[in-house]
């Protein structure tokens, strides 16, 4: 599971208000949460043209950069953006959105202004972080305005505002109310004589440059033809902790609703011997929604039978691992494998891989787990009792003592130089061929003491303390011990 937070703002083509709003909503994002990528869009095709135009910089509308981030595998997407209300660039994004729903794992946040906590936040927070309006002053809010009947949360911004501090008005640029309906609700209190002009948007981009603190025609000089003292506040909402705050807040439910991603683990299911199995390992085969099991095809099916003993009905895979050298063979059969378990993921579920021995050694699992943690997914190993071990213990011999090294030889492949190694020797995996290994150990005088164990622990063992006595070959599942001394 690859996880992102798309950042999706209107956008504005001033580098000021963009650093202290856009990015320092989109910073407080990241902070909030640490494991997931977040990235940038905008909705206004305008400003992206002039931003590339003017300054060389390159900023996705949505469609782009959901693109990319489906290009780059990520799989779950959590959409915050930062409108202030549910108007047509929060709807246009929406249907933006549509299509990668199909693909992907996306959940949408609300904008600023969605239930009534988040105008009560709204208000509360604005007005301990805007200066406070004096007894003879009011302080007047310049929203933007819409056509879309999400407008109607303007009245209701100034409602919940005004229930804190009477001499708050909301108005906007292009919708209702307007800096006429100021102009009369100023005029009903005669005792004001001075106006704060604050923007209600994200940004103080050109509105609340030009239309609020310009010149000629801006509500400030309106205002001060009116006869009143004015001062302007060019901070967007943006910079208002309490707004910031709130974004995280919504985007935190989005995150919330995206489907839990599953871990996939692979356990360690020891020699044999279901005894042999940690309990970690039982643990996590039991609460696990699907167990895979390797299917080599052969008649032992050895991880199954182990995993037979604890398994309670969960849905259980056998996973082809073909035993054989031709690496594209092999190679299709794995990514076959990790696709399965990365769908199973995507849909929370929790998956057991049980592998023999250990998985860190020898052992096809990890070729399917280092790809599906490349993938971006959560990833554990169980160890488990290494067959050498469970060997050395049938034996009652210790592998190595004191100053002695462990060399671990897959005896399926070329060997010869390692056989001069000082050191004791385990020969894994020997099979058809243990009967030249212990003619190689004849040779090099390695036969002395040499024991040799197959299928270890399981029903069909079968120890041979001599390995110089053994006149037969013997079956995959067959190791030999041998001391080399010390170094
Ligand atoms: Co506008």
């Known amino acids: 599971m690859k996880k992102a937070i798309l950042a999706v703002s209107f956008g504005t083509s001033y580098p000021d208000t963009l650093e202290k709003t856009i990015a320092a909503t989109e910073q407080a994002l990241a902070a909030a949460f640490p494991d997931w990528e977040v990235r940038r869009a905008f909705t206004s095709g305008m400003i ?104 109607a949360a303007y009245a209701q ?173 092999v190679d299709a059969a794995y990514d076959a494998a990790a696709g399965q378990i990365c769908a199973l993921l995507d849909q929370g579920k929790q998956v057991a891989f049980l592998t023999l021995g250990d998985p860190t050694i020898y052992s096809t699992y990890m070729y399917i787990h280092e790809r599906v943690q490349r993938q971006g997914y959560a990833v554990e190993i169980v160890p488990g009792v290494p067959s050498f071990c469970a060997a050395a213990a049938r034996l009652n011999t210790s592998l190595c003592q004191g100053s002695e090294p462990l060399l671990i030889i897959p005896a399926s492949h070329s060997h010869e130089e390692l056989l001069d190694v000082p050191g004791n020797k385990v020969f894994m995996k020997s099979g058809k061929a243990i009967l030249e290994l212990q003619e190689t150990l004849r040779e090099k005088g390695m036969l002395d003491g040499a024991a040799m164990v197959e299928n270890c622990t399981m029903d069909n063992e079968r120890v041979v303390p001599d390995f110089s006595q053994m006149q037969e070959p013997s079956g995959y599942f067959s190791l030999v011990i041998a001391k080399g001394g010390s170094v």
Not at 61 to 75: I, K, P, S
Not at 197 to 208: K, N
Not at 239 to 248: D, K, N, S, T, Y
């Open 157 to 329: 911004m100034e409602h919940m505002l005004q229930a804190q501090c009477e001499r708050v008005l909301v108005a906007t640029v292009e919708g209702y109310p307007t800096l006429d309906s100021v102009r009369q609700q100023l005029a009903k209190h005669p005792a004001i004589r001075k106006v704060i002009l604050a923007p209600f948007m994200l940004v103080a981009g050109d509105h609340a440059r030009n239309d609020m603190a310009g010149g000629e025609g801006s509500w400030k000089a309106e205002l001060e033809a009116d006869g009143y003292a004015a001062r302007c506040v060019l901070q967007g909402l943006g910079e208002c902790p309490a707004v910031r705050a709130l974004f995280v807040e919504h985007c935190r439910q989005a995150v919330q609703a995206l489907p839990q991603g599953g871990k996939l683990w692979g356990v360690g299911g020891g020699p044999g011997d279901s005894e042999l199995l940690t309990m970690k390992a039982v643990r996590v085969l039991r609460q696990a929604d699907v167990v895979m099991v390797p299917d080599t095809n052969g008649p032992e099916k050895t991880a199954l039978n182990i995993a037979r003993h604890y398994l309670d009905g969960q849905e259980m895979i056998l996973v082809r691992t073909p035993m054989v050298r031709d690496r594209a063979v």
């Open 48 to 151: 992206i043209r002039k931003l590339r135009q003017r300054d060389g910089l390159r900023i996705d509308d949505v469609n782009q950069a959901m693109h990319r981030l489906e290009e780059e595998g990520f799989t779950h997407v959590a959409v915050q953006s930062t409108h202030v209300m549910h108007g047509e660039e929060y709807e246009k994004m929406l249907a933006q959105l549509e299509p990668y729903r199909l693909r992907m794992q996306v959940r949408v946040g609300m904008p600023l202004l969605h239930a009534e906590s988040d105008y009560a936040a709204v208000a509360d927070g604005l007005l301990k972080w805007l200066p406070q309006p004096e007894p003879d002053e009011a302080l007047v809010l310049m929203g933007h305005g819409t056509p879309h009947f999400a407008n």
